[in-house]
């Protein structure tokens, strides 16, 4: 995985599964900041867990436009501090209706449940000047943050 980020920033968002109504959320949200992302020389990468067919399934139903990558043996995700939570959690239920009114539905679950997801900005130098790990199912970071650490790490020189 370290080949995409050897020449550019990446802002990676670590979903939970293929499935998920929050990860469908967080990706359709960060989409919209992609020309934004480039611009300043990165790219916006998509992490699941699923079968390459469920992430096959995900980038035609949501149409996503940006490079999509599947970690089924959760190593990415053991690197990256991934967290289990409860999903049986009242901030879940809250964020879940919040989603449903923006039109994002569950689907089959396609990968571990329990697994929460996070956002990274890792640079070519191999640093990770954001790092945000979700504390639970739909715990999603501002996005300005993010997308403000990308474009400083875009304008350091890689040595």
């Not at 399934?57 to 599947?70: C, H, L, N, Q, S």
């Not at 689907?107 to 954001?130: C, D, H, R, S, W």
Request: hydrophobic content about 45%.
């Amino acid at each position: 995985m370290g080949s995409l980020w050897e020449s550019r920033p990446i802002l990676l968002a670590m979903m939970r599964h293929f499935g998920c109504i929050f990860c469908k959320e967080q990706v359709t949200q960060l989409s919209t900041h992609r020309a934004r992302i480039r611009a300043a020389g990165g790219e916006l990468i998509i992490l699941g867990n699923g079968t390459p067919q469920q992430a096959a399934w995900f980038i035609e139903d949501y149409k996503v436009e940006a490079p999509v990558y599947t970690d089924p043996d959760l190593v990415s995700h053991g690197l990256l501090g991934a967290k289990r939570g409860n999903i049986i959690d009242p901030r879940v239920v809250l964020r879940g209706a919040s989603a449903v009114l923006h039109g994002f539905r569950q689907t089959k679950t396609m990968g571990p449940a329990a697994l929460n997801g996070g956002i990274f900005v890792i640079t070519p130098a191999n640093e990770m000047p954001y790092r945000y790990i979700s504390r639970f199912a739909g715990d999603h970071p501002d996005p300005e943050v993010a997308l403000l650490a990308l474009e400083a790490a875009a304008k350091v020189p890689v040595a």
